[in-house]
């Protein structure tokens, strides 16, 4: 079964300092990854998709297929980037999520 | 312009009963999905809407869950004889075919 794998539930880094947040996919195609953002007590927000390479808010994410990822990373980390982050696949109108990391920038 | 609402944004209902909750998409955007988000489980795909295309029901946990799309617009997500596992937060997004999905700020259901 497919399966998209965020080993983290919960990540704390300090300001100023680089994040990454993991997420692997088993899936032996051409996936579609994506990463969602849910900021407190707001709806979930598309942060990035792989296809669209584009850098939102400082955070990129590159898709290896080698290693079967889709790591987000950002390298200085502000503290409104505290939030619930989920890395999902989607293919064939089927949503795989990750369980989901909960992102903490202490000051 | 106006985002996917969802109604209403808090339920409270006791065990057995049925509850209803509803979702008006993005106007124009043909695609509708229902998820819900447990404590800890992530989020889980429920049902999916595209057009007049029969719905994609695979992710519907059990026969107490049903959803349908009036008009190819506003869609109810049904719960019958609900359980306290049933609580959570169900989340609608719409998106136009095969596009960026845009989620609305999700309906948080509490069975006691």
């Known amino acids: 079964a497919q399966r998209v794998t965020q080993p983290e539930k919960l990540l704390s880094v300090f300001k100023g300092a680089p994040v990454e947040l993991k997420c692997n996919y088993s899936y032996s195609g051409s996936p579609e990854l994506f990463w969602y953002v849910q900021y407190s007590r707001q709806r979930l927000q598309l942060l990035l998709r792989h296809i669209s390479r584009e850098s939102i808010k400082g955070f990129t994410a590159d898709l290896n297929k080698g290693e079967t990822s889709f790591h987000l990373k950002k390298p200085f980390a502000q503290e409104e980037d505290s939030a619930m982050y989920y890395c999902?696949?989607?293919?064939?109108?089927?949503?795989?999520w990750g369980a989901g990391t909960k992102l903490i920038i202490k000051p | 312009g106006a985002g996917v609402s969802q109604s209403p944004s808090n339920k409270v209902t006791e065990k057995g009963k049925d509850v209803e909750l509803r979702c008006d998409p993005i106007?124009?955007?043909?695609?509708l999905y229902w998820y819900r988000q447990s404590l800890g489980q992530g989020l889980e795909f429920l049902i999916y809407?595209?057009?007049?295309?029969?719905?994609?029901k695979s992710g519907l946990p059990s026969d107490r869950f049903s959803a349908e799309r009036t008009g190819g617009s506003v869609s109810t997500l049904t719960i019958q004889r609900t359980q306290q596992e049933d609580s959570a937060v169900y989340l609608c997004?719409?998106?136009?075919?095969?596009?960026?999905?845009?989620f609305g700020p999700g309906t948080r259901l509490l069975v006691l």
């Open positions: 106007s124009g955007h043909t695609a």
């Open positions: 997004a719409s998106s136009p075919v095969e596009e960026t999905q845009y």
């Open positions: 999902y696949h989607e293919e064939n109108y089927q949503l795989i």
């Open positions: 809407f595209q057009g007049n295309s029969a719905p994609d």
